[in-house]
């Protein structure tokens, strides 16, 4: 049995890679190692977005576990244009897996990195995995094991966000654990 805890990024100050955490987002951070305080963890993944780094340093920090980054944990970029009606495009991608704006990411592409990254994960010998996204890939993640998280679901993600992802070989759990204590 694996348990693999999906952490969405805590509040940043904007979309591009480099975009830090807001000051609430640095207390939703620290928030986090209070969180998993009872929590075991043996490996930490992480997108390498600078406020997906940032929301899991105080945690790893405090339990001395490397952060592993890595790009499939990237979020998916709607597009390089900056739509006015993004929510309605990006709703629309939700429902046409293979729409691609100009510069974007599908979803199809963007589900078989999820796909790529769960399938490795349930190879591992670790059985407690911690994955760091942000809310669209969040979503793709939690879609390989439940069809139904789509764009709602994301639409009712907080920053941050926990959900914890049960593994065996009889069923799959998934269930929202954050308390949004912050």
């Known amino acids: ?31 986090l190692v209070d969180f998993f305080k009872r929590k ?18 105080p945690l790893s920090d405090s339990r001395r576990i490397r952060v592993l980054e890595d790009d499939r944990l990237g979020e998916r970029v709607l597009s ?30 963007a589900m078989n990195r999820a796909k790529s990254l769960i ?5 591992f010998e670790h059985d407690h995995i911690l994955l760091v996204s942000h809310g669209n890939m969040t979503t793709l993640l939690m879609r390989y094991f439940n069809e139904s998280f789509g764009y709602d679901c994301l639409m009712e993600m907080t920053n941050p966000d926990v959900f914890e992802l049960v593994v065996s070989s009889e069923k799959t759990m998934l269930n929202r654990i954050w308390d949004d204590r912050i």
């Open 40 to 57: 075991e963890i043996d490996i930490i993944y992480c997108s390498p977005f600078k406020r997906a780094v940032d929301t899991i340093k």
């Open 80 to 109: 390089t244009v900056n739509f006015e009606d993004w929510r309605d495009k990006l709703k629309q991608t939700f429902e046409d897996f293979d729409l691609v704006f100009e510069g974007g990411e599908s979803h199809s592409a």
């Open 119 to 123: 399938e490795d994960l349930l190879c």
């Open 1 to 31: 049995m694996k348990t693999i805890y999906l952490v969405r990024h805590a509040s940043a100050a904007g979309q591009p890679v480099d975009s830090p955490l807001t000051e609430q987002g640095r207390k939703q951070a620290l928030a």
